[in-house]
T-cell receptor, first 114, second 113 residues
Framework: NAGVTQTPKFQVLKTGQSMTLQCAQD?????MSWYRQDPGMGLRLIHY???????DQGEVPNGYNVSRSTTEDFPLRLLSAAPSQTSVYFC?????????????FGEGSRLTVL | GDSVTQMEGPVTLSEEAFLTINCTYT??????LFWYVQYPGEGLQLLLK?????DKGSNKGFEATYRKETTSFHLEKGSVQVSDSAVYFC????????????FGKGTRLSVIA
């Protein structure tokens, strides 16, 4: 059972570089989201999507773009990386309307911006 | 807006000690409440939940009771093990449609043998 798969697991970027964090789920979940986890800050929502073609901003969306062209995939793009974006990023999904509220998380992607 | 406040860690306990991690919330209406656990090097996973006042969620020896009068959802375990060492997150979901989950800042628990 793959569940939620994130790639890459580790990445080092230089300031100003761009990259995409990939997230794919094979559970036919309509809801997908991206969080960042920082020491002392807990999890903060970046963007989320309630279905293909629909995205919305979370608490900390600046510097990040998302799109949802398929149910399975929800990539997170950093157009011009900044040191403040050094963090661990988690993708999470669940059934439509957040259902029971149980989010299924990927294993995380650790990003360092120099 | 909705928010969750957890006790700050880290919490260090000896094996078989009693655990309480406090969580209080601010929300309108009747939110659903959750505890998630993050083991080292992994993503979060749901530990337990409660969807209405006075409900008790339980799993793996952990319990939490939804107390609307005190807006609390404290996590308890009677006898912790080394394998319970993890970060614990309290979370809530508002009661309207696709409202995203709001997480607390997490409490790190270390259990020593």
């Amino acid at each position: 059972n793959a569940g939620v798969t994130q790639t890459p697991k580790f990445q080092v970027l230089k300031t100003g570089q761009s990259m995409t964090l990939q997230c794919a789920q094979d559970m036919n979940h309509e809801y997908m989201s991206w969080y960042r986890q920082d020491p002392g800050m807990g999890l903060r929502l970046i963007h989320y999507s309630v279905g293909a073609g629909i995205t919305d901003q979370g608490e900390v969306p600046n510097g990040y773009n998302v799109s949802r062209s398929t149910t399975e995939d929800f990539p997170l793009r950093l157009l011009s990386a900044a040191p403040s974006q050094t963090s661990v990023y988690f993708c999470a999904s669940t059934i439509r309307g957040l259902g029971t509220g149980e989010l299924f998380f990927g294993e995380g992607s650790r990003l360092t911006v120099l | 807006g909705d928010s969750v406040t957890q006790m700050e860690g880290p919490v260090t306990l000896s094996e078989e000690a009693f655990l309480t991690i406090n969580c209080t919330y601010t929300a309108t209406g009747y939110p659903s409440l959750f505890w998630y656990v993050q083991y080292p090097g992994e993503g979060l996973q749901l530990l337990l939940k409660a969807t209405k006042a006075d409900d008790k969620g339980s799993n793996k020896g952990f319990e939490a009771t939804y107390r609307k009068e005190t807006t609390s959802f404290h996590l308890e375990k009677g006898s912790v093990q080394v394998s319970d060492s993890a970060v614990y997150f309290c979370a809530l979901r508002g009661n309207s449609g696709n409202t995203p989950l709001v997480f607390g800042k997490g409490t790190r628990l270390s259990v020593i043998a």
